[in-house]
């Protein structure tokens, strides 16, 4: 076989690789996105109607409590995926997921069936958060463990491509429902549209991820086990087979600086593309298309400055771009929200670029980021562990506390205070890491930081 045969089968198969993981990723993105945009209606479908303010609290409480089984879920689907092989655990985890999101489209509301709807809503949606846990972290593991290390930050930026792209689909979708069709429509019908596409999404999902091989970083630690297996058992010595869980074990320290940086991910992220159309309608007094259409102009951008803030990465280093994210949210996250409050789609548009351009140099750059802080044995534990208890801590609880800070405080751009907290935390998590860019995947942890750094 020809070397140009070779190269060309190695990018059909990149290329795969980089679609079968990346669409999982949009559907989970998906569904959280269109419950964030579709909150104020599904605080009236779900909730008693009497105060406005409550239900909305109820509707962002169901999506923080949805996050609580995201660390259970992290441990169950890393383990797995450490022991059994990447590609089985993120063909479970993608049919769970959109099963469960297809499932919520067909709840009936408050009105028809009382308070079993917030129940069964919440039930639901505890379901998905827990299959959606291992999806990001198998994603990013399964497409680094493939991708050459010159590339890495660039090929692994599809899965925050996809998460971003979750989040367009989304507020495309709710922000021509809004547009387009009536209050009463939106209430009985509308809202339940974008769960149910999950269905057929889920089924494509699963179809691609099962032609896909597993990683050759996964096969061959797993070879080289079998191989110790054999080898102890002619020579009649008692079998020890590598423990992975002191390999987690030596994963710990790693896994605390990974989950500081990661709450500048989790935070700005549900604040700022989550929470955003909320802030808007509420605060900046816009109705539910304009505040769609703002996130969905950011989001148009978001995606192109991810792929961009990867390669940067490539060549800047991880630890060097992501610093600049959380240095730039300490600063500026104030003037943020102070504009923001401010009303008007062009300067909110505007104000949501810049915060985004920023913003990406996180969130293009973890993924990589935190492939490289582990050993083949314990990296999707090690990815998925620290990312759920991040989006967890700080994620899923963005939009309440976004909503509490203003009550409290009266103050509109007081969701400023947790972005700005969020960047500090980011900060001391990489002061305290070193630079892994365009160094060899290893297979124990022990090997993590010294492969030798390839040249450009």
């Known amino acids: 076989m020809s070397t140009s045969t070779t190269e060309a089968e190695n990018r059909s198969l990149l290329r795969r690789v980089v679609v079968a993981s990346g669409l999982g990723t949009l559907l989970e993105y998906f569904d959280y996105a269109s419950y964030s945009y579709l909150a104020t209606t599904i605080a009236i479908v779900f909730f008693p109607p009497e105060d406005r303010t409550v239900a909305l609290m109820s509707t962002f409480a169901v999506f923080a409590l949805s996050f609580l089984v995201r660390p259970l879920g992290a441990f169950i689907w890393g383990s797995l995926g450490d022991r059994i092989g990447r590609k089985s655990i993120l063909a479970t985890t993608i049919i769970l997921m959109s099963g469960a999101t297809f499932l919520i489209g067909f709840i009936p509301g408050y009105a028809t069936i009382g308070v079993a709807a917030p129940i069964l809503l919440l039930l639901l949606r505890m379901t998905q958060s827990f299959s959606a846990s291992?999806?990001?972290?198998?994603?990013?593991?399964?497409?680094?463990?493939?991708?050459?290390?010159?590339?890495?930050?660039?090929?692994?930026?599809?899965?925050?491509?996809?998460?971003?792209?979750?989040?367009?689909?989304?507020?495309?979708?709710?922000?021509?429902?809004?547009?387009?069709?009536?209050?009463?429509?939106?209430?009985?019908?509308?809202?339940?549209?974008?769960?149910?596409?999950?269905?057929?999404?889920?089924?494509?999902?699963?179809?691609?991820?099962?032609?896909?091989?597993?990683?050759?970083?996964?096969?061959?630690?797993?070879?080289?086990?079998?191989?110790?297996?054999?080898?102890?058992?002619?020579?009649?010595?008692?079998?020890?087979?590598?423990n992975r869980w002191q390999e987690v074990g030596k994963s710990l320290p790693s896994m605390l600086k990974v989950l500081l940086v990661m709450s500048l991910n989790a935070g700005a992220y549900y604040l700022?593309?989550?929470?955003?159309?909320?802030?808007?309608?509420?605060?900046?007094?816009?109705?539910?298309?304009?505040?769609?259409?703002?996130?969905?102009?950011?989001?148009?951008?978001?995606?192109?400055?991810?792929?961009?803030?990867?390669?940067?990465?490539?060549?800047?280093?991880?630890?060097?771009?992501?610093?600049?994210?959380?240095?730039?949210?300490?600063?500026?996250?104030?003037?943020?929200?102070?504009?923001?409050?401010?009303?008007?789609?062009?300067?909110?548009?505007?104000?949501?670029?810049?915060?985004?351009?920023?913003?990406?140099?996180?969130?293009?750059?973890?993924?990589?980021?935190?492939?490289?802080?582990?050993?083949?044995?314990?990296?999707?534990?090690?990815?998925?562990?620290?990312?759920?208890?991040?989006?967890?801590?700080?994620?899923?609880?963005?939009?309440?506390?976004?909503?509490?800070?203003?009550?409290?405080?009266?103050?509109?751009?007081?969701?400023?205070?947790?972005?700005?907290?969020?960047?500090v935390l980011s900060l001391i998590g990489l002061l305290l890491s070193a630079e892994t860019t365009r160094t060899d995947l290893v297979d124990v942890q022990s090997e993590v930081g010294t492969a030798p750094i390839q040249t450009v």
């Open 134 to 242: 291992g999806e990001y972290a198998g994603a990013g593991t399964f497409v680094a463990e493939y991708a050459p290390a010159k590339k890495r930050g660039l090929l692994t930026s599809v899965v925050p491509i996809a998460a971003a792209g979750g989040f367009l689909l989304a507020s495309l979708m709710t922000t021509i429902l809004y547009a387009t069709t009536s209050p009463e429509f939106m209430q009985q019908w509308g809202w339940r549209i974008p769960f149910l596409i999950a269905g057929p999404l889920g089924i494509v999902g699963l179809w691609l991820r099962t032609r896909l091989e597993d990683t050759p970083q996964f096969r061959r630690v797993q070879e080289l086990e079998r191989e110790q297996r054999d080898r102890e058992a002619r020579q009649g010595t008692r079998v020890e087979v590598p």
């Open 272 to 423: 700022l593309l989550s929470y955003t159309p909320t802030f808007l309608i509420e605060e900046a007094g816009m109705d539910e298309a304009s505040a769609t259409l703002v996130v969905t102009i950011g989001l148009v951008a978001h995606i192109v400055f991810i792929p961009l803030a990867a390669r940067l990465s490539d060549r800047i280093g991880r630890k060097r771009t992501l610093m600049i994210s959380s240095i730039a949210f300490i600063v500026l996250s104030y003037p943020i929200m102070m504009l923001f409050s401010i009303g008007g789609v062009v300067l909110a548009a505007i104000v949501l670029i810049g915060s985004l351009l920023f913003f990406a140099m996180n969130d293009a750059v973890f993924p990589s980021f935190f492939t490289e802080m582990f050993g083949t044995r314990s990296r999707y534990l090690g990815f998925a562990l620290p990312f759920n208890v991040g989006a967890m801590l700080f994620g899923g609880v963005a939009p309440l506390i976004g909503t509490w800070l203003i009550a409290v405080t009266g103050n509109s751009a007081s969701p400023a205070f947790f972005l700005m907290g969020i960047g």
